[in-house]
């Protein structure tokens, strides 16, 4: 090789060298004049080829900054979105359907973000753990001694009542009752409590057998049912479309993309509910949290009226026929994620 060929190839190599990785200053500013993306020369503050930003920033805070604006939009677009939707949802469901996009987050982002929100912040606080009494065996045992004590109680007033020749009805049924209770308890109490499930139910292999698992080991199907809710937690949308569909059955003006992005709205709405009701009943105030309850039937009824351009009447009809079918649609997810838990 000459010793032109090689200074030529070390001068490629140096331009390659810095179009991968361009000079930085001090302050992690780059000042590259083509693309780091795709190469293509710049001539403003974007790319006009693929769009990304003419110059970026290699700093710590330019990294958390890139952070906060992929999950959260963070420049304007959350705080544009989540005032709507906490309050004027049909306007957003409206004016994002008709395609103003790039003012607000997408239906899909923010649902997704939300679901993750409400399980990491249920997590944390231990809402969705299992209440577990460590002094549970101990009460058992003492409930099961006050049991053996009521009915050899009662049963000396029975032998009494029949030295005496009275009825003695009234006492053999609290002993039959109290008998059964603690039955009841000595097989929870041994772990025998599922055998006998399974012989008093009639139920196929196929079934009987996820079945009696479960009874073994509760905490594991517990488990299963919160880390499949977080996983499928996006079957929620297209089994509650269907139901928001029979409202407008047959409508030329809506459409189904319509009810996918007020059901996508609407369950992101839900889920960032939970999680500002578990946070005020962590911050002292249950009463508040509860009253959580009584939102969703408003915010639909809002959703509804501005989202489709209802009146009040029709409205609140539609609004009663939703909620409705909200719980139908949560009965069949929920049945959904035990199936998953039983025979996964």
Known sequence: MSDLEAVGDAATGAVLARAVEPATGADGHTHEKNCLNCGTELTGEFCHACGQKAHVHRTLHAFWHDLLHGVLHFEGKIWRTLPLLAWRPGELTRRYIDGERAKFVSPMALFLFSVFLMFAVASFTGSLSPRINPNASAEMQKSIASNERQIATLQRQRDDDVRAGRSTAASDGRIAGLQKELAIMR???????????????????????????????????????????YKFSWMLIPLSVPFLWLLFPFSRRFRVYDHTVFVTYSLSFMNLLVVTAVLVGLAGLPQIAGFAMLVPPFHIYRQLKGTYGLSPRSALLRTILLVAFSIV???LFFLALFALGLFD
């Not at 079934?207 to 905490?219: G, I, Q, R, Y």
């Open 187 to 229: 097989g929870v109490q041994s772990g025998e409590i599922g055998r006998i499930a399974k012989t008093e139910i009639s139920a196929p292999d196929w079934l009987s057998k996820p079945l009696e698992k479960a009874v073994k080991n509760p905490d594991l199907l517990f488990y299963k049912l919160k880390t499949n809710a």
């Open 329 to 331: 649609a949560l009965g």
